[in-house]
């Protein structure tokens, strides 16, 4: 029994290595996707909004509505990574869009 | 505090001019002097043709096809539609210059009253509303169909669109910061792929030059079997860089084809046109 | 304990398939797989490349990579993020923007280390 059960937790730890297992609660997935809302929000006002994040974001609602946390955080932040890149990219070419002209 | 704002835009705007530093004549003329010096056996009104001005054997295919257009039918919806009266029994014709012919190589045109750029489509719309008609859906559909009338009206006349103010002026220039901007996941700007590799194959297809790009259009698509208009394409190829495409007559949409319209200037309105 | 009501067998295969799967999902797809696939690098959009059908001319073709590039940092970040060498390029920033994960990015390396 005493074997048995260290190596379950030996084997949970490893598991828990490789994929995060994190506890999640509904609370933390809305705050995640509300986040995520908003900077994609940002990047549409830049008029630099990418169309991998729309359904990002709606993978990551439809997550939250079938109580699934973990998966609508990694969604979330999946999104708000991205629309940061997107915003990153619009102020980038308020000056780089200039290197493009023909010569 | 608005106001204040208001000022802040114009300003940075402003900015951005003094930069770029030419006037849209000069745009014009370094922007079809790339495309002629790159190409010096192609003639300038050829590149209205886009990829068929370059490669000869798609070339060949497209001309096969052009004693029966694909178009035909949807090109006679557009005429009957056209002259079919409104309810209150007036027409379009009623609401343009010349009575609608001849007319497509004036748009996009800038309305200093409004300080916006009015499309040939958004003004098609605006004149049904101005006779009690419900809109029509933009990118598709009748709107395209009765576009392209219009544009046959205007086989071979000179496109000529004007800068008229200030504020024109900076609808140009947004349109022109949009063009040269890279945008999406993919990171392109029209730019990368129309002048920058204009000529060259991504996989197949040979990418056109953007002289010419307005001339033609609404272009029936083999792949789309129906009229798309400008902004439709302009949402195809921003969907392929992985932008999210804007709504058919957004103001940045009106904007770009106001820029990119002028840098036509002076070639030959030929649409409606097939495209693969 | 844990496994007092759960019977230990039933744990540990499950624990066990969650580990498997992960390592699984990682080498899922193969080096040229990757490059070839037009939702992952879709590289013959604009190169030449190995065995590929109708590639694009848009950039160089990609040969002899371990003579021209020696050093597989220099390498990776072509591929990581090609505006740094050159702000206009075409060339999509697959590290940086993340359109391909560092995993896929070290395999397709090692893919085009065979070329």
């Known amino acids: 029994m005493k074997i048995k059960s260290l190596l379950l937790s030996f084997l949970i730890f490893l598991s828990c290595l490789t994929t995060t297992v994190q506890a999640a609660t509904q609370s933390q997935a809305k705050e995640a996707i509300l986040t995520a809302h908003n900077l994609w929000d940002k990047t549409k006002t830049a008029g630099h909004e990418w169309n991998t994040i729309k359904p990002l974001m709606a993978q990551a609602t439809q997550a939250l509505q079938e109580n699934d946390y973990i998966t609508a955080i990694a969604l979330a932040k999946k999104a708000s990574t991205q629309s940061k890149l997107a915003l990153v990219q619009a102020e980038r070419e308020k000056t780089n869009w200039l290197n493009n002209l023909p010569k | ?276 | 304990m844990l496994s007092i009501k759960i019977p230990f067998k039933f744990l540990f295969i499950i624990v066990a398939l969650s580990i498997i799967s992960n390592i699984a999902l990682a080498s899922e797809m193969d080096g040229k797989k990757i490059a070839f696939d037009r939702k992952k690098g879709n590289c013959l959009a604009c190169h030449a490349m190995d065995d590929g059908d109708m590639p694009g001319n848009i950039g160089p073709p990609l040969i002899v990579m371990k003579t021209r590039f020696p050093d597989r940092a220099i390498l990776k970040a072509q591929i990581w993020d090609a505006t740094i060498k050159n702000p206009i390029s075409i060339m999509p920033p697959f590290g940086k923007h993340h359109i391909l994960s560092d995993a896929e990015i070290e395999k397709l390396l090692d893919y085009l280390y065979t070329l």
């Not at chain 2, 007319?103 to 750029?117: A, G, L």
């Not at chain 2, 730019?191 to 056109?208: F, M, P, Y």
């Not at chain 2, 029936?220 to 992985?242: E, I």
Request: net charge negative; charged share 25%.
């Open chain 2, 1 to 276: 505090m608005k106001n204040l704002l208001n000022i802040l835009v114009i300003f940075t705007s402003l900015g951005c001019i003094n930069i770029a530093n030419a006037t849209p004549e000069q745009d014009k003329e370094t922007f079809q002097r790339f495309y002629m010096e790159r190409f010096p056996d192609v003639s300038k009104e050829d590149f209205g043709n886009g990829v068929y001005a370059l490669d000869q054997d798609a070339r060949d295919q497209w001309e096969s096809m052009s004693d029966f257009p694909p178009y035909e039918d949807d090109l006679e919806a557009g005429e009957e539609l056209f002259n079919n009266p409104f309810k209150n029994g007036k027409n379009y014709a009623n609401c343009f210059k010349n009575g609608g012919e001849n007319i497509r190589q004036n748009y996009p045109k800038f309305d200093t009253e409004r300080n916006s750029v009015i499309t040939l489509e958004l003004a098609i719309n605006e004149c049904r509303m101005k006779n009690g008609e419900s809109a029509l859906p933009y990118q598709k559909g009748d709107i395209a169909k009765i576009s392209a009338y219009m544009a046959s009206t205007s086989e071979g006349s000179l496109i000529e669109i004007k800068v008229p103010n200030d504020n024109a002026l900076i609808a140009y220039e947004e349109g022109k910061q949009y063009f040269y901007s890279k945008r999406g996941q993919l990171n392109f700007s029209c730019a990368n792929c129309h002048i920058q590799n204009v000529g060259r194959k991504a996989r197949s297809e040979t990418l056109s030059p953007a002289l010419g790009h307005p001339t033609h259009f609404p272009v029936y698509r083999m792949a789309w079997q129906n009229f798309g208009t400008l902004h439709r394409r302009f949402a195809s190829c921003n969907k392929q860089v992985r932008a999210q495409p804007l709504a058919g007559q957004s103001e940045d949409y009106r904007n770009l084809e106001y820029f990119l319209t002028y840098m036509s200037n002076g070639l030959p309105i030929n649409g409606p046109a097939s495209r693969k």
